[in-house]
């Protein structure tokens, strides 16, 4: 009889050990998958904000983001400082930093040095301001066109005046059969802009 009620004790306090292990076990599993759930929370995070911090078009060497205008845009494309330079030498910087919306054809430094020799020497110059001028606005379309909204055919009047006529070849916009576009829909906050190859002149 006692020794049937030692076997009895014995098993419970096995069982009792048993239940004890298999809680002491559970725990670290929970506060794992806790800490888990926090670290996976962690990563969604950075990899949102990094994609915040993403969101814009390279450009020059420079992200173009949409928190800032066309100009701040541009002054930090390494492709484009002759561009900056003729806008600034025209007077043109403050109205493109204005509300808009416009779109801006921008033609790269290379696409400057396709032109006569002493040409942009020439137009910079005080006394060619109205040229410039001209030329630049030549350049600017009052309104935010994206590539997506360029028909076939389409004609832009310019704030210059004169008009610009796209036609597709090869997948790429060309513009008046001279200019193609190198890099479409540059997202500012008072319009949108794209990278030409070369610059448009007006008649």
């Known amino acids: 009889m006692n020794k049937t009620i030692l ?18 076990n559970n725990k670290p599993a929970t506060t794992t998958t806790t800490e888990t759930k926090s670290q996976d929370s962690m990563n969604t995070d950075s990899a949102s904000n990094d994609s915040m911090e993403k969101d814009g078009v390279m450009v020059g060497g420079a992200l173009m983001t949409p928190d800032k205008d066309i100009v701040d845009n541009a002054v930090n494309s390494k492709d484009h400082t002759t561009l900056v330079a003729a806008v600034q030498a025209a007077g043109l910087a403050e109205t493109l930093k204005g509300k808009g919306p416009f779109t801006v054809f921008a033609p790269t430094n290379a696409a400057f040095a396709k032109l006569p020799a002493g040409t942009v020497e020439t137009l910079v110059k005080p006394e060619s301001k109205q040229q410039l001028t001209g030329i630049l606005t030549y350049h600017v379309v009052p309104g935010a066109y994206r590539a997506s909204d360029i028909t076939e055919g389409m004609t ?3 704030v210059n005046g004169q008009s610009l006529t796209f036609t597709m070849k090869d997948g790429k916009w060309w513009i008046n059969n001279s200019a193609m576009i190198d890099i479409a ?12 190859d070369t610059v448009l002149m007006p008649k």
Do not use: K, Q, Y
């Open 7 to 24: 076997i009895a004790v014995a098993v419970i306090v096995l069982i009792g050990g048993a239940v004890m292990l298999l809680s002491m």
């Open 156 to 158: 832009l009047e310019t």
């Open 185 to 196: 829909d540059i997202v500012s906050s008072n319009g949108v802009t794209h990278v030409i």
